[in-house]
């Protein structure tokens, strides 16, 4: 049972227009979400995060929005760019704050694609 | 059932020991890879495998081998742990689009739930 899904495989967005990735999750216990972004032929690497004590997250034109009643987030790219074309990846883990000891539970991926 | 199943889930070893993960797809996928999650959570492609060919990540060393069965399994073998190599590792599978040009991924990628290797 996927605890992390993605459930559209693939958004299409106008260059210069706001691209909205959606993630959903079962597990109640994640607190910390990840959004990586993967080339072909490479790795995902990640983009950014978010814990469960705070609702929003910003970088740049990166913004991830949580709402944790709905068990859900939202990576919100604006302006979106050519370069932005690639899969992004939704994850979590859970049980603490020493992140860098849990492991991750991913979504599918979503494929973006950014229009010029 | 589990898409992605890796053995096992937790593995705790001593320095300079042999061992190995293993993975299997029940998706019908052509293509398996194995990732290393660090402890600041990015992940490291090591290996992408299908029926036609392996691509090694250069700086793997090479006491890591993948080893594939069938197209269903790719197991990673780990010979002389050493510290270093503990971490997570992930495995996943994607299928080769069909239709287009050649090598294009629809770009799903369904992951295990990660094996976390412990070197003592």
């Known amino acids: 049972d996927q605890q992390v899904k993605q459930n559209s495989p693939s958004l299409s967005v106008q260059e210069g227009r706001i691209s909205i990735l959606n993630c959903d999750y079962t597990?109640?216990?994640?607190?910390?979400f990840l959004w990586y972004k993967k080339y072909p032929a490479e790795g995902p690497t990640f983009l950014i995060s978010i814990s469960s004590i705070k609702d929003k997250n910003e970088d740049g034109r990166f913004t991830v929005f949580l709402n944790k009643s709905a068990k859900h987030l939202s990576l919100h790219i604006v302006p979106s760019q050519p370069g932005d074309s690639a899969v992004y990846f939704c994850a979590a883990s859970g049980y603490g704050s020493n992140f860098g000891n849990e492991k991750l539970t991913f979504g599918t991926g979503t494929r973006l694609t950014i229009i010029p | 059932d589990t898409a992605v199943s890796q053995t096992p889930k937790y593995l705790v070893t001593q320095m300079g020991n042999d061992k190995s993960i293993k993975c299997e797809q029940n998706?019908?996928?052509?293509?398996m890879y194995w990732y290393k999650q660090d402890s600041k959570k990015f992940l490291k492609i090591m290996f992408s495998y299908n029926n036609k060919e392996l691509i090694i990540n250069e700086t793997v060393p090479n006491r890591f081998s993948p080893k594939s069965p069938d197209k269903a399994h790719l197991n990673l073998h780990i010979n002389s742990l050493e510290l270093g190599d503990s971490a997570v590792y992930f495995c996943a599978s994607s299928q080769e689009e069909q239709e287009g040009p050649a090598g294009t991924n629809t770009g799903e990628l369904f992951f295990g739930e990660g094996s976390r290797l412990t070197v003592l």
């Open positions: 998706l019908g996928h052509d293509t």
């Open positions: 597990n109640s216990m994640f607190d910390y």
